[in-house]
């Protein structure tokens, strides 16, 4: 990155009816908090929510002095954006078929609600963009509760500081593990982690095609009748459309530190945290491929009985 080249922040926040679930429940408010550790960051923010959040938003920025830094949008009907998607995926959410090939069938990435926001992220992106919010360079998405109020990151003072770092001349994504060794039906089925949205760096230009293939990815996924959250669109245009993306290994929250903000002060359990995760995620992996494979051989054993009996 060029020196006269800076990073716009955006993020967004709309409700997405966590506070009634019963499984992954967060309240609204914490949000809020979440949002307040890492508020200090001294980059410009773009920030899209509703009418009901934005008053707060606005004041937790002027608070520390950074209000002339902070643009605020209202997007009320941001259901509307895509309606004809948003409606589709409705429909997908009801289906009991759906929720049946999914390893937890209480996720929130099950339901088009958080899902669809999670495509608008990409949208957020190049309406900041397209509106002249940004400063030229790079725009980065940033999720809005980014660091879970000190689930990575211990000391929220050491966020004041400008981000800047010399990204390549792509989309630049993060990922905990090679996504071109990963069987992208297993992903899907198993709900595992790898392409992470937390935070995904692009060029100004770049902002509106990778929304467009983002939403390319989900019109897909609805095609054969399946939702999902931004990991796996994000998968799917990397997959797609190689040529235009930078991906960087990393884990949760880890972007931030990895590239630019090596001061930031990570909490010495979070290893011992990651460590069992990765255990977790391999015995899970392990089992999802034996049942896939069994299932597959049975298949081919059917099949091949069949093509035998009529044969004879």
């Known amino acids: 990155m060029e020196k006269n080249e800076r990073i716009t922040l955006v993020t967004a926040f709309f409700d997405v009816g966590r506070e009634k679930l019963g499984y992954q429940k967060r309240e609204n408010n914490r949000y809020i908090e979440y949002f307040k550790f890492w508020a200090r960051i001294r980059n410009r923010l773009v920030v899209f929510t509703t009418s009901e959040f934005a008053d707060a938003i606005k004041k937790v920025r002027e608070d520390l002095g950074l209000g002339n830094d902070t643009i605020v949008i209202v997007e009320d009907n941001i259901w509307n954006e895509e309606g004809k998607l948003y409606h589709a995926m409705c429909r997908i959410e009801k289906s009991e078929q759906f929720r049946e090939i999914r390893m937890r069938l209480e996720d929130i990435s099950n339901k088009a609600d958080y899902d669809y926001v999670m495509l608008m992220k990409y949208w957020c992106l190049k309406r900041a963009v397209e509106k002249g919010y940004t400063q030229g360079g790079y725009t980065a998405w940033i999720d809005f509760g980014f660091n879970h109020g000190g689930k990575a990151f211990s000391n929220p003072e050491e966020f004041d500081f400008e981000w800047k770092y010399p990204f390549k001349d792509k989309i630049c994504l993060f990922a905990r593990k090679n996504p071109g060794k990963e069987l992208g039906v297993i992903k899907l089925l198993s709900m595992t982690d790898s392409i992470m949205g937390g935070i995904v760096v692009c060029p100004d230009r770049q902002c509106g095609i990778l929304y467009d293939m983002c939403k390319e990815s989900m019109w897909s996924l609805v095609s054969i009748d399946c939702i999902d959250d931004d990991q796996m669109l994000l998968r799917m245009a990397w997959r797609r459309h190689p040529e235009r993306f930078q991906v960087y290994k990393s884990d949760w929250f880890m972007p931030l530190k990895q590239c630019g903000g090596g001061h930031l002060s990570v909490m010495e359990s ?41 044969n004879c």
């Open 270 to 310: 979070k290893q011992e945290t990651d460590e069992c995760r990765c255990k977790i995620a391999r015995k899970v992996f392990r089992k999802i491929k034996g049942f896939l494979v069994c299932r597959k051989i049975q298949y081919l054993l059917r099949l091949y009985g069949a093509i035998k009996r009529e």
